[in-house]
T-cell receptor
Framework: QQQVKQSPQSLIVQKGGISIINCAYENTAFDYFPWYQQFPGKGPALLIAIRPDVSEKKEGRFTISFNKSAKQFSLHIMDSQPGDSATYFCAASMDFGNEKLTFGTGTRLTIIP | KAGVTQTPRYLIKTRGQQVTLSCSPISGHRSVSWYQQTPGQGLQFLFEYFSETQRNKGNFPGRFSGRQFSNSRSEMNVSTLELGDSALYLC?????????????FGEGSWLTVV
């Protein structure tokens, strides 16, 4: 019930291409969906987040698409760069003041020249 | 503005021992959460403290405990360590009073149990 499923597990994209990572959730009580980026040896850092009343949110090269009826959301990285190579986690949380994040299993993204 | 600070960064313990990890949140943040990260289980929520009270709890055994002090600093303790407790333990902080507010993570404490 609390699960967030993430795919693919790993992804290789050519420099300049579009990287797409998908997540699906089950619990309709989730109302906050952040994406985190993690580099080796570092803690996760918030990349971008969306609420279910919005179908798309864009910040620079990063876009979240949200499909409430399908209970799916995805991260698109446009013009992917080698510096984007990292592990990406989708997450979800619910309720006011609820800091419990349920994370997806992560996607290791590699951008090749 | 200083980020979330965790100490120690690396430690090695023996099975059966106990360990205490420390976390200093971002100034002004009242919520501190702890997560365990392993290759097999990914990122899992341990517990969250807000104003010295445990507000949320994950599905971990009672060997995992925590507390928060009046200055919002937090500690987590793991007793009777098992090999499977080897993991990166992440502390996160946030204001804790606004829905969907940004949760900031520290760099973690790497625990190896031998």
């Amino acid at each position: 019930q609390q699960q967030v499923k993430q795919s693919p597990q790993s992804l290789i994209v050519q420099k300049g291409g579009i990287s797409i990572i998908n997540c699906a959730y089950e619990n309709t009580a989730f109302d906050y969906f952040p994406w985190y980026q993690q580099f080796p040896g570092k803690g996760p850092a918030l990349l971008i987040a969306i609420r279910p009343d919005v179908s798309e949110k864009k910040e620079g090269r990063f876009t979240i698409s949200f499909n409430k009826s399908a209970k799916q959301f995805s991260l698109h990285i446009m013009d992917s760069q080698p510096g984007d190579s990292a592990t990406y986690f989708c997450a979800a949380s619910m309720d006011f003041g609820n800091e419990k994040l349920t994370f997806g299993t992560g996607t290791r993204l590699t951008i090749i020249p | 503005k200083a980020g979330v600070t965790q100490t120690p960064r690396y430690l090695i313990k023996t099975r059966g021992q106990q360990v205490t990890l420390s976390c200093s949140p971002i100034s002004g943040h009242r919520s501190v959460s702890w997560y365990q990260q392993t290759p097999g289980q990914g990122l899992q929520f341990l517990f969250e403290y807000f104003s010295e009270t445990q507000r949320n709890k994950g599905n971990f055994p009672g060997r995992f405990s925590g507390r928060q002090f009046s200055n919002s600093r937090s500690e987590m303790n793991v007793s009777t360590l098992e090999l499977g407790d080897s993991a990166l333990y992440l502390c996160a902080s946030s204001h804790g009073t606004i829905s969907g507010n940004t949760i900031y993570f520290g760099e973690g404490s790497w625990l190896t149990v031998v």
